[in-house]
């Protein structure tokens, strides 16, 4: 269900999707279903990402200034549940016993911990290149991946958020997560 919660350090009280059927409980910050007819597009630019958008009970983006907050809560470790359904219907999951989004002016960094699930660590991938650990969060407008230019193969493109859909993320050097 749809909440109102104050965490320690928000100036105002924001609402956030609880999901109350997984393991006791976890906060929703994203959702997002392409097969739905006509899904949210989440090209946006930092802004947008900063502050959230979408519809909680449908496909949303929380916003990185909340995330930050609810992961830096004084005592509390946060942790990372990621579900995901293929294309046959069946549910994989990465889970991270530790999460952590720093503030804006690191540029939103992610920290994340050990990885358990059957999803596979996607944020880490197979090699140095995709690994998007300590990556700042990118977006249209604000490029912090780890490539200038980025390049697959043949091609070559100035970031992986504009190659990537436009979608704002943790990329790396367009990881695979």
């Known amino acids: 269900g749809v909440y109102t919660i104050q965490p320690e350090g928000a100036s105002t009280p924001f609402k ?25 597009d989440f090209e ?26 609810l992961t830096s809560q ?8 990621v579900d995901l359904l293929d294309t046959d219907n069946h549910t994989l999951e990465a889970h991270y ?4 989004v720093d503030k804006e002016d690191q540029f939103y ?3 994340l911990g050990r990885y358990s699930g059957n ?12 690994n998007q650990e300590g990556c700042g969060f990118s977006t249209l407008d604000r490029d912090h991946d780890r490539c200038s230019p980025c390049v697959d ?15 704002g993320w943790w990329y790396s050097d367009c990881g695979r997560a």
């Open 109 to 111: 960094q992610l920290t």
């Open 16 to 40: 956030v999707l609880c999901d109350m059927r997984t393991d006791g409980g976890w906060t929703v910050i994203q959702s997002r279903d392409r097969s739905r007819r006509r899904p949210l």
């Open 119 to 130: 999803a596979g660590d996607a944020f880490r991938g197979l090699g140095h290149t995709d």
């Open 97 to 100: 016993d530790n999460f952590h």
């Open 44 to 69: 946006r630019c930092w802004q947008e990402y900063k502050q959230g958008f979408g519809d909680l009970t449908g496909d949303h983006w929380l916003g990185l200034e909340h995330i930050s907050g």
């Open 153 to 167: 193969g043949a091609r070559t493109f100035a970031s992986c958020s504009h190659d990537l859909s436009g979608a």
């Open 74 to 81: 004084p005592g509390l470790r946060a942790e990372l549940l």
